[in-house]
């Protein structure tokens, strides 16, 4: 049912880096539930710039779900109170009039903010530099159908591959465990057999960059699954971890791994 | 600047063989030297992250640039329905000619047949490249690879994943890129907006880009400079492209002296969710591959208020379907979209609106079960119901058509190469190889056959043929890019008018919307000009960017794109004016065929229009490339 709100937002405001963050408090009037939550704030956004202020900073790009780039804090919740959705997708319809919204940026020491609710993922990309591919130079690939990949492999890969690095399930660990994030692409590849060459190295080197850059152990609070807005599975989780002591037990040594 | 010369450099000869005789032909560099030329790379997109991969991979030295946090992120990761290959794998008759064929005539005559040709022959190795890549391409339960079929064609070609196929590219070519971070022969420079060109003795040498983090200008030198940045379609404002897209990096080597052809070819797609408010930010597409299982209708009565499952089929008008017997709901988008807005404007549309029409999965779900219909399109479906908060398993789909690709781009040669030397132009940035129309599924497959099997090969006759002297951020042309692109972000911070960005940015795409959308005509081209300069200079009076350009700025990046957009919109109109025909999406009201078809005028516009820019508010100059078609030859385009 369409319908309009008023609303007071608390927004984390921070200038820099450097600087002290604090929570600011704004009113925003007459919005439409058929809004989508970032449409919200370039509502607070024009307000702001039409007072002469500075508009509050966020990531956003596909506004459809896909890009990973935006991630707020939602009263709490990583991209907000819905399942499988990600903060551009959430509507405003899932709020009542009168309410109040808490929005901050992801939380994480691996993600420190660069301004208001923007923070820095580069960890991800470095971690992806360890392994998250599978080493083909272009030119010299087989015919497509000459691996025939059975179709259950396929649909585990694809589960796995639709992560879209947003860094919710980061956000949302009280350890800020990266694990879902890893697993995803380490299964990915497990479970293809493109992936298999390259199976011992490709998860002890992510596992050891996931390490250095400070993310956390994987407490099994599920967090992350719950938060996640592409689906991923615990699962993944669970086989990074078998992954890796598989890994530790071959090595990455020349010698082949004996049957798969 | 005037002695602007044309020829694409493609090679004569019979056309299967030409990009073999062209690769035999041209120079190469060899492994021990390429580490000595560094090619810059901007836009890291599906066209981007794979060349600077694969140059990476050869032994270049590659500095890559996007705007984005990661690379990851570009806007190629939006696309949803698939890619197309002449693979022949379902055995139903295709072939590298039919894809040629059905690309140029889909294209409604007006690309380069020999671009076309070498696409449809790479098709094939780019889906052997992404599978060894892990690429999670559908499967059938043999485990061999599954198709869909696409608009504007007859056989069953692409290649999918989900309804997340650009995310599973682009995410193969960005692990590719982030393998050659790995090796050291690739630097990665996110958060980066190039600014400018830096073109000196007349080459591409290199680039300034804005740190958009810290504020800081810097420049970056280069043997090379490759522009990825994408297409223009955000000039409307609304479109299906992400937020951050722009013509920017385009319109700076416009400025630059790279022509800039077929501008007014912008494609409309037929299948989005209509716009509902004024606040709204971006229009949502719903992949065309849709059109496999749904079917498109609007009630025979106009106005009719009834609720859609309460229609009965006799009164329902599956309108493609009767006006296209043969392709039905899979002709080409321009047809398929003209023919909503024309239902439409008669009065059959449906929604809040009127500005809408049904796509209807009922039959396909009775016919092969929810679960099916689940596994082929679930994750457009939930997006659909996010959006809209309905339900397109028990209601149908409203769908209208918007804005979503630009056939227009820099002017390249065969070896896309723009009209500056040094300066390649890739993906949806260049004028590209589908013509007056896109079909479905092949923007993909041109970024990537770019971007992986072109660039390669044809950025070495430049590296190897021309003198490249050393050149630093001291030389002069360097010295003088950075100053412009300093005062410039300079200028627009000291405004401090009434009118936000965005205020200007909705209102220049309503306009060009309006008369420069789905149907144009010559007085509404007119007016739209006129209008576009009047805005523009109230641009540069009463715009108001808050902030400082020493920091993370997102209003000021915004205001550099828009101003490059009011720009960039006077030529889209004023190409759209010269040509006087309808072709593909361009659609001149005036040149239409008695059922309302796109009325083409080979004769007299049987060629790529390339527009240079002549500085100031001078009237830009128009060069003609002219289409010569050997093998695929122009007839009246018929889907019926
Ligand atoms: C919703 C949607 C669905 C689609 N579905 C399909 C489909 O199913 N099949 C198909 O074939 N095509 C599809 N398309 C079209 C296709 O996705 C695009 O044409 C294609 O991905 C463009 O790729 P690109 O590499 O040329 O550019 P992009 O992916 O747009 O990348 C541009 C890059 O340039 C960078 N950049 C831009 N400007 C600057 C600047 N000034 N400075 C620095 N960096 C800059 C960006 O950061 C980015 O890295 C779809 C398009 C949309 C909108
Ligand atoms: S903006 Fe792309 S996922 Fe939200």
């Known amino acids: 049912m369409s319908g309009n709100l008023n609303l007071t937002l608390k927004v984390w405001r921070q200038k820099d880096a450097k600087s002290a963050g604090r929570f600011e408090t704004y009113k925003v009037a007459d919005i439409s539930t058929d809004m989508s939550f970032l449409e919200m704030l370039d509502v607070l956004n024009e307000q702001l710039q039409n007072e002469g202020k500075e508009p509050v900073a966020f990531d956003h790009d596909c506004r459809e779900g896909i890009c990973g780039s935006c991630g707020l804090m939602i009263n709490g919740h990583a991209h907000g109170p819905d399942r499988a959705t990600t903060t551009c997708q959430l509507h405003m319809r899932r709020f009542h009039d009168g309410e109040t919204i808490v929005i901050e940026p992801w939380r994480a020491k691996p993600f420190p903010v660069i301004r208001d609710l923007v923070v820095d993922r580069s960890a991800f990309d470095r971690i992806i530099q360890r392994g998250g591919y599978v080493s083909v130079n272009t030119g010299n690939a087989p015919e497509a159908n000459s691996t025939p990949v059975p179709q259950p492999n396929q649909m585990t890969a694809m589960d796995a591959a639709a992560c879209i690095g947003c860094g919710a399930c980061v956000a949302s660990c009280k350890n800020a465990s990266a694990m879902l994030f890893v697993g995803a692409k380490v299964s990915q590849y497990a479970v293809l057999p493109q992936g298999r060459p390259e199976r011992e190295r490709r998860v002890l080197r992510m596992v050891a960059q996931m390490d250095e850059e400070g993310f956390g152990a994987c407490t099994n609070t599920l967090e992350c699954e719950a938060a996640c807005p592409a689906g991923v599975k615990v699962s993944n989780i669970q086989r990074l971890n078998r992954e890796y002591l598989r890994a530790l037990f071959l090595g990455t040594g020349p010698e082949p791994s004996a049957e798969d | ?640």
Not at chain 2, 23 to 28: E, F, P
């Open chain 2, 1 to 640: 600047m005037s002695d602007i010369n044309l020829t694409s450099k493609a090679p004569g000869g019979p056309m299967a063989l030409r990009w073999t005789t062209h690769k035999n032909a041209m120079k190469l560099v060899a492994p021990n030297n390429r580490r000595k030329f560094e090619i810059i790379v901007v836009g890291t997109g599906l066209a981007g992250a794979s060349a600077a991969a694969s140059l990476a991979e050869m032994g270049y030295q590659v500095k890559a640039f996007c705007f984005q946090d990661s690379p990851r992120r570009a806007h190629s990761i939006a696309a949803q329905g698939g890619i197309n290959a002449a693979k022949n794998y379902c055995n139903d008759g295709d072939s590298i000619d039919r894809l040629f064929v059905d690309t140029i005539k889909g294209g409604d005559y007006r690309a380069r047949e020999a671009n076309v040709y070498r696409l449809a022959e790479i098709s094939v190795k780019i889906i052997d490249h992404c599978v060894a890549q892990g690429v999670p391409f559908a499967r059938e339960y043999g485990g061999l690879l599954a198709n869909r079929s696409f608009g504007g064609a007859q056989v069953s070609r692409t290649f999918y994943a989900r309804g997340q196929t650009g995310q599973q590219l682009l995410l193969g070519a960005y692990g590719a890129l982030e393998r050659q971070v790995d090796s050291g022969r690739l630097r990665m420079f996110p958060r980066r907006e190039m600014l400018d060109l830096v073109v000196a003795d007349g080459v591409a040498r290199g680039i300034v880009t804005r740190n958009l983090i810290t504020g800081e200008f810097e420049v970056h030198t280069g043997h090379a400079v490759l522009l990825a940045t994408g297409g223009y379609g955000n000039v409307f404002f609304l479109s299906t492209n992400a937020k951050g897209c722009n013509v920017t990096a385009s319109w700076r080597a416009h400025r630059r002296g790279a022509l800039f052809a077929n501008p007014c070819f912008t494609q409309i797609h037929p299948t989005c969710v209509p716009v509902k408010g004024s606040y709204q930010s971006k229009l949502t597409l719903m992949s065309e591959s849709l059109r496999n299982d749904g079917r498109v209708w609007v009630p025979k009565n106009p106005g009719d208020k009834r609720r859609p499952e309460d229609i009965p089929e006799s009164d329902r008008d599956y309108y493609l379907e009767r006006r296209y017997p043969s392709y039905g709901n899979l002709v080409p988008r321009d047809v398929a979209s003209r023919a909503a807005k024309l239902m439409c404007d008669q009065g059959f549309g449906v929604g809040p609106s009127g500005l809408a029409v049904y796509l209807d999965f009922r039959d396909a779900i009775k016919r092969d079960g929810e679960s099916t219909i689940r596994a082929k399109y679930g994750n457009l479906f939930h997006m659909y119901r996010k959006i809209t908060d309905d339900d397109p398993y028990h209601v149908p789909m409203m769908i209208y058509p918007a804005v979503h690709y630009t056939m227009g781009g820099l002017w390249v040669d065969y070896n896309l190469e723009s009209t500056i030397p040094g300066l390649f132009v890739l993906g949806e940035a260049n004028f590209s190889d589908h013509g007056a129309n896109r079909l479905g599924a092949s923007a993909l497959m041109q970024g990537l056959a770019d971007g992986y099997f072109v660039i390669p090969y044809t950025v070495a006759p430049h590296l190897a043929g021309r003198k490249l002297p050393d050149i630093n951020a001291d030389h002069p042309a360097c010295r003088e890019a950075l100053e412009s692109a300093e005062a410039r972000v300079k200028k627009l911070l000291s405004i401090n008018g009434e009118r936000t960005v965005d205020s200007f940015h909705r209102e220049l795409g309503l306009l060009v919307w309006d008369k420069c959308g789905m149907a144009r005509n010559d007085a509404g081209l007119r007016q739209a000009r006129q209008r576009i300069q009047e805005l523009r200079e109230e641009f540069w009076s009463n715009v108001r960017v808050p902030g400082s350009g020493g920091s993370f700025n997102q209003s000021l990046e915004k205001a550099g794109r828009v101003a490059d957009f009011l720009e960039f919109a006077e030529l889209m109109v004023r190409d759209a004016l010269e040509r006087r025909e309808s072709c593909g999406g361009h659609f001149r009201e005036e040149f239409q065929t008695e059922d309302n078809e796109a009325k083409r005028d080979d004769d007299t516009y049987g060629y790529a229009a390339a527009w240079q820019f002549q500085g100031g508010n001078k009237d830009e100059i128009l060069h003609k490339e002219p289409l010569e078609f050997e093998v695929a030859k122009p007839t009246q385009r018929s889907y019926k």
